[in-house]
């Protein structure tokens, strides 16, 4: 599985398990919304700096973003 393919869905398990919508995801980290569903659909690769303020707003650390194994830690 690519990269991006594996960060398009942490994000979005992620995402999910707080409870939160892209909209809101999108606030705390200080993105667009439009931006985050980009990230999601795989339309976009985030930079070092989107998934720090990613993973700050979702308070994981960022490794949880890039970890092959889907995350099952909410």
Do not use: F, H
Not at 20 to 49: C, F, H, I, M, W
């Amino acid at each position: 599985m690519r990269l991006r393919s594996v960060v398009a869905r942490n994000l979005r398990l992620l995402r999910q398990a707080s409870g939160l919508t892209q909209e809101q995801l999108a606030d705390l980290a200080g993105l667009d919304r439009n931006y985050v569903g980009k990230l999601e659909r795989e339309e976009n690769s985030p930079t070092v700096d989107t998934l720090e303020a990613i993973a700050l707003a979702l308070q994981v650390d960022v490794e949880w973003l890039i970890r092959r194994e889907p995350p099952s830690r909410r």
